[in-house]
C-alpha cells in the first residue's frame, strides 16, 4: 500500500479497474515526484504517465488541460510520443490530444490521425496553457484544421494544448 501525498486509496493499487493518467509535474515541492511515480507503478495497465518537465504543484490550469477533456471511462490510446496523452469516446465519436512542448524554443507537433476513419471537416477547438508566460491560461480557440488525417499545430516553449475533435470513429 502506498500513500500519495498524504491520500491513502480506498483499496489496494493493483484493485484498480479503469484507465488511470497520471500527470505529474517533476519539479512539485508539494508531493514529490518519485511518490507519484511509485503509485503508477503499483497499479495495473491500462494506464498513462506524463512528465510536465519544470512544472510544479501549482501548475492548475495545466491540469485543466488534461482533467476537463479526457473524461472517466474513455479508452487511452497508445502514442509514441512522450510528451502527447491520447483518449477516445467511441461512443461519443470525441478524440481528446493533449501534448506537451517541454523544449526550450517553439516547435510544430504533428500528429497522424490515419487509424480513424472519420474525421471532422471544419475547425476544430483547441485549448492553450503558457507555462513560460502568463499569457495563455486555459484559453479557447478554433483556430487549427486538418490536413487530410494530419494535424499540424505550432506550440511555444512549454505551452500544453488540448485538441478535441468531435464526429471522430475508428
Keep these: 500500500m502506498y ?7 480506498r483499496s489496494s493499487p493493483g484493485s484498480f479497474t479503469r484507465s488511470s493518467l497520471f500527470v505529474h509535474g517533476d519539479r512539485d515541492t508539494t508531493c514529490a515526484y518519485s511518490s507519484a511515480r511509485q503509485a503508477y507503478n503499483e497499479i ?12 510544479s504543484h501549482n501548475k492548475l490550469y495545466v491540469l485543466a488541460q488534461f482533467t476537463r477533456h479526457i473524461r472517466p471511462g474513455m479508452q487511452i ?12 469516446d467511441p461512443a461519443a ?16 507537433i504533428t500528429f497522424d490521425l490515419s487509424r480513424f476513419t472519420t474525421l471532422p471537416t471544419g475547425p476544430i477547438t483547441r ?13 479557447q480557440r478554433a483556430d487549427v ?6 494535424l499540424r ?13 468531435d464526429g471522430v470513429s475508428a
Design 3 to 9: 500513500p500519495v501525498c498524504g491520500l491513502r486509496p
Design 44 to 55: 495495473k495497465w491500462p494506464k498513462a504517465f506524463l512528465t510536465f518537465v519544470g512544472g
Design 77 to 88: 490510446l497508445g502514442t509514441s510520443a512522450g510528451s502527447t496523452a491520447v483518449a477516445h
Design 93 to 108: 465519436r470525441r478524440l481528446v490530444l493533449v501534448a506537451v512542448n517541454t523544449a526550450a524554443s517553439a516547435q510544430t
Design 127 to 139: 485549448w492553450s496553457t503558457s507555462t513560460s508566460s502568463g499569457s495563455d491560461r486555459y484559453v
Design 145 to 150: 484544421g486538418l490536413d487530410g488525417k494530419t
Design 153 to 165: 499545430a505550432a506550440f511555444a516553449a512549454g505551452q500544453v494544448q488540448t485538441f478535441q475533435l
